[in-house]
T-cell receptor, first 112, second 112 residues
């Protein structure tokens, strides 16, 4: 079963607006990662946030983590048409099964 | 130029044939992974390897086989036992099993 689930499944915004995507997960984690995938390409790592961190920034990206609610959000500020892609969260669950589990993704479309 | 490569980019196969997808990395990573992605879906783990000469089944290993004879290489064979092999296959590598994963460009397999 999927550990992480992104919400919404699809998001369409105008260039310059902010985009927010959410990820919920079920079990406790060591870290949570966000990846981006352009259509028909491999995934590119964006940012990693550890379970003892609450917020992290990288350029126009802001990630928050709320372990009490088992959720994370990815905010892209001042979006550009080039941000159009699918965005996935991946969780590293605590315990012996140390492997990343990917959600089903949010498809972001930024309209020029 | 460091990275992870997959070949071929597109692959066509007749039903009943085995086919091997190549994955090579020169990042000196210990861990390597194979994922399957169906249209509009997230990634599902087929097999992963934490170290040379060792590999573990993922969530959907049936109908697939792998080998890890060299650190740099992790080929995936899609056998005739895989009932629905048409999909996009992604290979990834990381320093360790819960670290950031670096993805290849993917191979799109179509069974005719």
């Amino acid at each position: 079963s999927q550990q992480g689930e992104e919400d919404p499944q699809a998001l369409s915004i105008q260039e310059g607006e902010n985009a927010t995507m959410n990820c919920s997960y079920k079990t406790s984690i060591n870290n949570l990662q966000w990846y981006r995938q352009n259509s028909g390409r491999g995934l590119v790592h964006l940012i990693l946030i550890r379970s003892n961190e609450r917020e992290k920034h990288s350029g126009r990206l802001r990630v928050t983590l709320d372990t009490s609610k088992k959720s994370s959000s990815l905010l892209i500020t001042a979006s550009r048409a080039a941000d159009t892609a699918s965005y996935f969260c991946a969780t590293d669950p605590s315990g012996s099964a140390r492997q990343l589990t990917f959600g089903s993704g949010t498809q972001l479309t930024v309209l020029p | 130029d460091g990275g992870i490569t997959q070949s071929p980019k597109y692959l066509f196969r007749k039903e009943g044939q085995n086919v091997t997808l190549s994955c090579e990395q020169n990042l000196n990573h210990d861990a390597m992974y194979w994922y399957r992605q169906d249209p509009g879906q997230g990634l599902r783990l087929i097999y992963y390897s934490q170290i040379v000469n060792d590999f573990q089944k993922g969530d959907i290993a049936e109908g697939y086989s792998v080998s890890r004879e060299k650190k740099e290489s992790f080929p995936l064979t899609v056998t005739s036992a895989q009932k629905n092999p048409t999909a996009f296959y992604l290979c990834a590598s990381s320093i360790g099993v819960t670290d950031t994963q670096y993805f290849g460009p993917g191979t799109r397999l179509t069974v005719l």
